[in-house]
């Protein structure tokens, strides 16, 4: 059974950083990208970034520059390093397993297992 944890969500003022983490079990951690998404209240769920099996990071324009993605697979992790926040970033954020493409991108279809989500919240 594939489980995703996410961690490190919390409340922060504009301009500051969060880390979050996405533990993963239940599979072979190394052997798929992975994707982290957001969903802001009263807005459809976006692809906020991702990481290919190889450590490449992909980023929505509306975070790159800002947001890093990187990745231990010793330690079965992904992480979402969050800086310069804005109120904008508020939202519910979920890693997710691609099972398909090598790349990570925007399209849900890709991803097969998904976490519970771990609020973020920026004020201004």
């Known amino acids: 059974q594939v489980t995703l944890v996410e961690s490190g969500g919390g409340l922060v003022q504009a301009g500051g950083s969060l880390r979050l983490s996405c533990a993963a079990s239940g599979l072979t951690f190394s052997r798929h990208a992975m994707g982290w998404f957001r969903q802001a209240p009263g807005k459809s769920r976006e692809f906020a970034g991702g990481?290919?099996?190889?450590?490449?990071?992909t980023y929505a324009d509306s975070v790159k520059g800002r947001f890093t993605i990187s990745r231990d697979n010793a330690k079965n992790t992904v992480y979402l390093q969050m800086n310069s926040l804005k109120p904008e970033d508020t939202a519910v954020y979920y890693c997710a397993v691609d099972h398909l493409a090598a790349i990570p991108g925007p399209d849900e279809a890709y991803y097969g297992y998904w976490g519970q989500g771990t609020q973020v919240t920026v004020s201004s």
């Open positions: 990481i290919s099996r190889s450590g490449m990071s």
